[in-house]
């Protein structure tokens, strides 16, 4: 019974970290370093991006900006 529990908090840690990705710090061919950052899987619509505006980044503590549609609506 142990086992099972541990394996299903598992993948549930997995499925909640599933759609968030991070990106390493690197340096720029100008010489600028990059620091690292966590971002929103790419796809196709804003609303689950972290920059939107309504949506929390849960690394940062910040709170979205951005508008749901490139018209500002």
Do not use: Q, W
Request: include cysteine; glycine fraction near 12%.
């Amino acid at each position: 019974m142990k086992k099972i529990m541990i394996l299903c908090l598992g993948i549930g840690l997995f499925i909640e970290n599933a759609d968030a990705a991070y990106t390493r710090g690197h340096m720029r061919r100008n010489g600028t370093y990059v620091s690292g950052y966590h971002h929103t899987k790419a796809d196709k619509t804003r609303i689950n991006n972290y920059s939107t505006r309504g949506n929390y980044n849960p690394y940062t503590g910040k709170t979205g900006t951005k508008p749901l549609t490139k018209y500002g609506y």
